[in-house]
């Protein structure tokens, strides 16, 4: 028999309702017995990781998974289920339904991970990483010795930068691929600096293999910052870039499962303002010939931009193009950015994708163009819709929305978003104010 803790609802902020703009038909709240293991309700039950979760929608083509806030993954073949993984301890499943005509239903179950006390699994048994090979790791001090690092990388690899310029000519390249379980590492201090020749000049880095994780480093004086091209898994953690031509951070040419955290990235746009975004996820469609895939479209998926900050950035803080899906853009500063009105940069962070979650951001030091703080458009037919703003908030003034939803259908904008200082209001749908809730 399996143990059950006593029901509960999932935890709400009282007084905070939810506004669901574009929608031609609503988003209808299921009660808490849709998701079930072995015919019995999940909310509030003890589980083992492996065991199977049961989505209880009748008619639905699609069901996209989140827990704790986080993309899994999009199912869309029935009958709907998702595999419990994760740590053990309380969590909370989001199951989002869609039936062929376009009605969403929610699901939601608060439940524990317990594999000890499941009654089920035995506790799961942990995959130990792989180690990296005998005399993998190399120390660097000079370009050349940079370059042939790159260049001989292979799973598990580290490469150790002493503090120090790195300036070369000819952009640095990583090629090589590493695994899940042996990423090739490039760490260093914020004293170890990757640059070109200047603004004008090439890539910062461009990083083209798989399971990359650059950790620490300056990338500065170049082009473009760091341009991750058809990367899987690439990690970019605790970076600054700053001083850059163009954009700072790109993921690209379906760059997909990447992440961005705990950077700085400022001072970018030097050589063209209306290319100056802090972080830069897909492609614009008009570039899918260049950087489409296998179905022509550049989707950069499940990307993840969190606790990083953006400063002085002449285009967006973070453009989010058509083609991508089910990102995550978390716990991010905006300080002064999209303010050069050149290409259309006139907000902090413009959403053009699909199913990303935008949550716990700060909005701050509007000047210039600057317009509204967070903006949704569709650039591309499809695009533009099942985006989720929440917990965000805008300090001090700004002549337009809070949230401007100029173009894209099927987003939501819950009410623990705030922007006092929002001229327009809140919220807008297009060119029109709307009320929250």
């Known amino acids: 028999m399996r143990r059950v803790l006593r029901s509960r609802p999932i935890p709400a902020v009282a007084g905070l309702g939810a506004l669901i703009v574009g929608l031609t038909v609503g988003c209808e709240r299921e009660d808490l017995t849709g998701l079930t293991v072995d015919g019995e309700a999940l909310t509030g039950a003890i589980v083992g990781v492996g065991e199977t979760v049961d989505v209880g929608v009748s008619g639905a083509v699609s069901v996209q998974f989140l827990l704790d806030g986080t993309y899994l993954d999009t199912d869309t073949t029935a009958p709907f289920t998702w595999t419990v993984s994760g740590s053990d301890g309380e969590h909370e499943l989001r199951a989002h339904a869609r039936d062929a005509s376009g009605v969403e239903t929610l699901l939601e179950a608060?439940?524990?991970?317990?594999?000890?006390?499941?009654?089920?699994?035995?506790?799961?048994?942990?995959?130990?990483?792989?180690p990296a090979a005998p005399g993998s790791t190399v120390s660097v001090a000079t370009p050349e010795q940079l370059r042939d690092a790159l260049a001989s990388a292979g799973p598990g690899s580290v490469i150790q930068l002493a503090d120090g310029t790195y300036r070369s000519e000819r952009r640095l390249v990583a090629s090589a691929n590493g695994t899940p379980t042996a990423p090739i590492t490039l760490r260093g201090s914020r004293?170890?600096?990757?640059?070109?020749?200047?603004?004008?000049?090439?890539?910062?880095?461009?990083?083209?293999?798989?399971?990359?994780?650059?950790?620490?480093?300056?990338?500065?004086?170049?082009?473009?910052?760091?341009?991750?091209?058809?990367?899987?898994?690439?990690v970019l953690d605790g970076i600054e870039v700053r001083g850059i031509g163009d954009e700072g951070v790109h993921f690209r040419s379906c760059s997909s499962d990447g992440v961005l955290r705990n950077s700085v990235v400022r001072d970018t746009g030097l050589r063209a303002p209306r290319f100056g975004e802090g972080v830069y996820v897909g492609s614009a469609n008009s570039k899918w010939v260049q950087h489409g895939c296998a179905d022509g479209r550049d989707n950069s998926e499940n990307v993840l931009v969190e606790g990083s900050t953006f400063q002085n950035t002449t285009a967006e803080g973070a453009d989010i193009k058509e083609g991508t899906d089910s990102g995550t853009l978390r716990g991010n500063v905006f300080d002064n950015t999209g303010w050069?009105?050149?290409?259309?940069?006139?907000?902090?962070?413009?959403v053009?994708?699909?199913?990303?979650?935008?949550?716990?951001?700060?909005?701050?030091?509007?000047?210039?163009?600057?317009?509204?703080?967070?903006?949704t458009h569709s650039a591309a037919s499809g695009y533009g819709t099942r985006n989720t703003f929440r917990g965000n908030r805008v300090e001090g003034p700004i002549p337009g929305f809070?949230?401007?939803?100029?173009?894209?259908?099927?987003?939501?904008?819950?009410?623990?978003?705030?922007?006092?200082?929002?001229?327009?209001?809140?919220?807008?749908?297009?060119?029109?104010?709307?009320?929250?809730?």
């Open 191 to 234: 004293g170890a600096i990757l640059t070109s020749t200047g603004p004008s000049g090439d890539y910062g880095l461009h990083i083209t293999g798989d399971y990359w994780h650059v950790l620490g480093i300056t990338v500065a004086d170049a082009s473009k910052g760091v341009v991750l091209d058809g990367s899987l898994g690439t």
């Open 110 to 130: 608060a439940f524990r991970i317990d594999d000890a006390g499941s009654g089920l699994l035995p506790p799961a048994v942990p995959i130990p990483p792989v």
């Open 402 to 437: 809070g949230f401007g939803l100029h173009q894209g259908t099927g987003n939501t904008v819950t009410c623990d978003n705030s922007a006092p200082g929002a001229e327009r209001g809140l919220v807008g749908i297009g060119s029109k104010p709307a009320r929250c809730g």
């Open 340 to 350: 050069s009105g050149e290409n259309s940069a006139d907000s902090a962070v413009d």
């Open 352 to 375: 053009k994708g699909n199913g990303w979650l935008i949550e716990g951001n700060v909005v701050r030091n509007a000047s210039g163009a600057f317009l509204d703080a967070f903006q």
